[in-house]
């Protein structure tokens, strides 16, 4: 593969990843029926905003965090062309794939930014797509997927502001990553407020006297602000809508 482009190998990487994940999902869940609670109920999440009495956006419920059912809405309204989408919650299995094919461009990504060796760099990224929870992860239609995509997203960009404190790598990796891997899972709240401390530190030690406070401060800001926005306007939201303020928990 020496003779592929970086861009084309990435292209190839997600294109194989997707249509791996994809079959296999298609052979658990539409072939054998093999079906998980959390992935069919976000399956019934997203029919709900399409087809129930009241079609509406907060039909997608307060119990799960909204963004991967939100995803599958486009699927779900495929489903009366191919009803296994729905009935056999193969939206989930495609939405999954998606996301974990994204997760190993970006593991592949880590390595070509650092300029390491392209067989290395291949050989990684293989051991990781065909990890078998990778590979469960990647097709079963459950949240752990979008969820490795926006931390690997996040950690990749976080190494390059590492390089070069380009402000620009901490809006990506803080300011989109975190917020939407929060919108995937709880569990995010963890790792956001590690990676603001991370950074606020790192911007500490390598910042002049004077206003080195005041850069980490707004380093620690940038970072991990959105995910306490995007926090505390899901329990707002729930407690607006529902009556119980963090019932999710």
Not at 27 to 46: K, P
Not at 58 to 77: Q, R
Not at 212 to 226: E, T
Request: net charge positive; with cysteine; hydrophobic share 55%.
């Amino acid at each position: 593969m020496t003779g592929i482009s970086d861009r084309r190998l990435k292209i190839l990487a997600f294109a194989v990843s997707f249509a791996v994940y994809t079959g296999l999902g298609y052979w658990l869940q539409v072939r054998h029926g093999f079906i998980l609670g959390d992935s069919l109920s976000r399956v019934y999440a997203a029919q709900s905003v399409v087809y129930s009495r009241d079609p509406h956006l907060a039909a997608i419920g307060f119990i799960f965090t909204p963004l991967t059912a939100m995803v599958e809405i486009p699927f779900i309204a495929l489903s009366p062309v191919f009803p296994p989408l729905a009935g056999r919650a193969f939206s989930g299995s495609i939405i999954s794939a998606l996301f974990m094919a994204g997760a190993v461009v970006q593991i592949l990504s880590m390595g070509v930014d650092r300029g390491l060796p392209r067989w290395y760099c291949l050989t990684i990224t293989a051991l990781f797509a065909v990890h078998p929870m990778i590979l469960f992860y990647g097709s079963n239609g459950m949240s752990e997927a979008p969820f490795i995509f926006f931390i690997t997203w996040a950690v990749r960009r976080l190494i390059l502001w590492m390089v070069d404190d380009d402000v620009h790598h901490l809006v990506a990796a803080g300011g989109i990553a975190m917020g939407l891997a929060y919108l995937t899972r709880y569990d995010a709240l963890a790792c956001i407020g590690v990676a603001g401390a991370v950074v606020a530190t790192t911007t500490y030690l390598r910042g002049r006297r004077f206003p080195r406070v005041r850069r980490a401060l707004l380093d620690l800001f940038i970072m991990s602000g959105p995910g306490v926005v995007a926090f505390l306007g899901w329990a707002i939201a729930s407690w607006l809508i529902t009556g119980e303020a963090f019932a999710q928990f």
